[in-house]
C-alpha cells in the first residue's frame, strides 16, 4: 500500500498532466479560464495555490468526453484522475484547509 507522501506526489503528477493537456488545448483552455476566472497569465502563479491542482482535475471530471481523450492522450486511466484528485488538498473533505 503506498504511503501518503507517495499517492500525493502521483496524484500531483496526474494533475500537472491534466495541466498541461488542458493548456495546450484551443478548446478547452478558454474554456477552463471563463470557469475558473484564472487570467491566461495568472496560470503559473495560481497553479502554487492549495486547491488549484484539484480543480485542474475536477474540470476534467466534469466532462467526461473530456477525461476520456485525456485518459487516451495520456495514458492515465480514466479511474485515477478521481482517485488523484481524493489525495489532493482540497480535492475532498479530508484534507485541512488553510484559509
Request: avoid cysteine; charged fraction near 20%; charge should be negative.
Amino acid at each position: 500500500m503506498a504511503n501518503a507522501a507517495s499517492m500525493r506526489e502521483e496524484a500531483e503528477t496526474i494533475a500537472v498532466k491534466a495541466l498541461g493537456f488542458v493548456a495546450a488545448d484551443p478548446e478547452l483552455l478558454p474554456r477552463f479560464l471563463a470557469i475558473t476566472g484564472i487570467e491566461a497569465h495568472s496560470i503559473r502563479q495560481a497553479a502554487g495555490e492549495p486547491g488549484f491542482l484539484a480543480g485542474v482535475l475536477q474540470f476534467i471530471l466534469a466532462h467526461e468526453p473530456t477525461l476520456m481523450r485525456f485518459a487516451e492522450e495520456t495514458g492515465t486511466p480514466p479511474a485515477s484522475v478521481g482517485k488523484a484528485l481524493r489525495a489532493l488538498p482540497l480535492g475532498d473533505d479530508n484534507h485541512e484547509h488553510s484559509i
